[in-house]
């Protein structure tokens, strides 16, 4: 018995020296490429002078030969840019997660608007063969820029080799639509899974405590469940049935076409494909959802007669990525009278936060900015989230009283998701503005924890002690005792009497009302403005209009409130950005492909979550379905 623990004890031993070389060696690497990133900005040529740089803004400005503005996303569409260490951005890269090519949404459909306007632009050619699943909300929105677009009377034409159901939404806008003789159409429909691992936890002996209210409060049924439960499947159903015939009607309307021909049983597209003997690209033509089959070297040449040769077997174009820091060049003098906008989009946990989680201290600060700012009149809170720690939702919701106490009217635009923390910090706005394909609601509280009393049990090992409270020592090694149980249930349903408080308050309605409406059930923007969870549909735009509006403002300025980077985290930015970006290209370009499928699902990054939520009383509002692919 001896030699085994002698054994176990220099495996563990092992282990520790192991993991810290790996730890000091990845920081002389990190280190050293700091010094050559130094060296090499102090020493290359490479770079443009100030006057070159000048002047080569200069030439490409004086530019007179009309292009066409290459639509070209490549990576994920969001509110915010993320904010990462380059430690986090190798790891997220080499999970198949990059966050360097994020597009921020506002920049989208602010230079499609820009080109409507700009004489050197001819037309937009759609090449979206790298942009990932993106909502039908934020797909709406860059939809309604391109409506603008083409009232400039210049031509849209989308080219792919094969479409997403994402990419081709955005598609079906343009006037013509150019595939791939060997491509198609992939229209799978939405659907909402998880992962449940019910079974898995009883055969380890794992003890799952769940404390919530709300019938529809699926978040925890993956831990207590085997499947999706009667009233979730039902709520699921409903509001994934709307989005999904949002998305067929619009692009019905878009092709000419009838709906039941985008949405076929399986059978009737058994019966359809079977005509074309598996050509997927021949029915798509014959049904309309394309408009011609060519290859590549068909399309380029249909495009240089459309907008014009280059002489190089191609067409004139400038891409998204290099117009985009031309229209965003311009510098304008801060005014009197400008409207605040405050991003809240990720999860919300307690604390300071980076982008891409919202930190109720952190987006509690913005608001605070804001209110203190004269030059700032009204604020519109862009809320983009699932929920996530009570604690900090109530934080961000103090923040918005605070302004409207101040006299400064707060709207708030809800976008893909504003749904349970989302909603609760969303409540007390002077308006709710959401469009009829976001998700809210979810208006439930839950708290879940494990204990491994049994597990440890069955290896031999007991857990023994003493403590000054019934309390002491409650955690992962002990069993829950039943009247702790009860009295953090207690607190669960005390949180969601004042969830409903809230709602009651500020929405108008009964506290019985609240909780018809309430239960935990996600609703999608129409059936909340039905319901009165929400005043009225409509976009950012609209938001902003009915900022400018309540605070009695006709002429204003945007001011994109941010939390500043620090000397060091811009130092890091500039030195190892690009180098983390690439080292984790090169992980993941050898990591297993199952790997990278399940880091990068959604039902694993749910699962992850659990390890990222930090309320101090361990009570989140928090819509596991409300993601959709």
């Not at 009667?230 to 009607?249: F, T």
């Not at 076929?264 to 049904?287: C, H, I, N």
């Not at 039905?530 to 002429?555: C, H, Q, R, Y």
Request: glycine share 8%; aromatic share 10%.
């Amino acid at each position: 018995m001896k030699k085994l623990f002698r054994f176990i004890a220099s495996l563990f031993k092992w282990l520790w020296r192991a993991l810290s070389f790996a730890r000091q060696l990845l920081l002389n690497v990190l280190f050293i490429g700091v010094i050559v990133a130094i060296y090499f900005a102090l020493t290359s040529e490479t770079p443009l002078t100030p006057k070159k740089e000048a002047e080569s803004v200069k030439v490409a400005q004086s530019d007179p030969e009309p292009r066409a503005l290459l639509l070209n996303i490549d990576g994920p569409i969001v509110e915010q840019r993320q904010r990462l260490s380059p430690i986090d951005t190798l790891s997220r890269n080499a999970l198949g997660q990059p966050v360097e090519s994020e597009n921020v949404l506002f920049d989208i459909v602010d230079t499609i608007r820009h080109a409507a306007t700009d004489e050197h632009i001819n037309g937009i050619v759609l090449s979206l063969g790298d942009m990932p699943s993106t909502s039908l909300t934020k797909l709406r929105y860059i939809a309604k820029a391109l409506n603008t677009f083409k009232e400039s009377g210049k031509p849209v034409i989308a080219i792919g080799g094969t479409y997403s159901q994402s990419q081709y939404y955005l598609a079906s806008y343009a006037d013509e639509v150019l595939m791939s003789p060997d491509g198609m159409v992939m229209l799978q429909g939405y659907g909402s899974y998880n992962l449940y691992w019910k079974d898995l936890l009883d055969k380890l002996d794992v003890s799952t405590h769940v404390f919530r209210v709300g019938t529809y409060k699926s978040f925890v049924e993956p831990y207590t469940r085997n499947n999706m439960s009667d009233p979730a499947r039902e709520a699921n159903q409903a509001w994934l049935s709307q989005l999904w015939d949002a998305y067929v009607r619009d692009v019905a309307e878009n092709r000419g076409i009838k709906a039941d021909m985008l949405s076929p049983s399986a059978e009737q597209l058994l019966t359809r494909l079977r005509r074309f003997e598996g050509d997927f690209a021949a029915l798509s033509k014959d049904v309309g959802i394309v408009d011609k089959l060519m290859t590549r070297q068909q399309i380029r040449r249909y495009l240089a007669e459309t907008f014009g040769s280059d002489g190089k077997d191609s067409f004139e174009y400038t891409g998204y990525y290099d117009y985009l820091p031309k229209i965003q060049n311009g510098f304008s003098l801060p005014g009197n009278n400008n409207i605040a906008v405050v991003v809240a989009s990720g999860p919300i946990m307690d604390g300071q936060q980076r982008p891409g989680t919202v930190g109720g201290d952190t987006t509690a600060a913005l608001l605070r900015d804001a209110r203190l700012d004269n030059s700032v009149k009204a604020v519109v809170l862009r809320v983009d989230s699932p929920g996530g720690s009570a604690f900090a939702s109530e934080v961000i919701r103090n923040e918005v009283d605070a302004l409207r106490e101040a006299g400064k009217p707060v709207v708030v635009s809800m976008s893909s998701v504003a749904a349970s923390g989302g909603y609760w910090l969303s409540a007390s706005a002077d308006q709710i503005i959401a469009q009829p394909t976001t998700i809210t609601g979810s208006i439930g509280i839950f708290s879940l924890f494990t204990t491994f009393e049994n597990t440890l049990d069955d290896l031999g090992i007991q857990s023994d002690g003493v403590g000054t409270t019934p309390f002491a020592g409650v955690g992962l090694t002990r069993a829950l005792p039943d009247e702790v149980g009860e009295i953090m249930q207690l607190g669960i349903e005390h949180g969601y009497h004042r969830f409903l408080s809230v709602v009651s308050n500020h929405r108008n309605m009964s506290m019985e009302q609240a909780d018809q409406v309430a239960q935990g059930r996600v609703w999608t923007g129409q059936d909340a403005l039905n319901l009165g969870l929400v005043d009225k549909l409509g976009d950012f735009d609209d938001a902003v209009s009915t900022a400018a509006e309540l605070a009695g403002i006709e002429n204003y300025q945007l001011d994109w409130m941010q939390q500043p980077l620090t000397p060091f985290e811009q130092f890091i930015n500039d030195m190892l950005g690009q180098s983390a970006s690439a080292l984790g290209k090169t992980v993941q370009a050898n990591m297993p492909s199952i790997a990278q499928q399940l880091a990068s699902s959604p039902q694993w990054q749910s699962l992850t979550l659990l390890e990222k939520f930090n309320d101090p009383q361990g009570r989140y509002l928090f819509c596991l379905n409300c993601q959709y692919q």
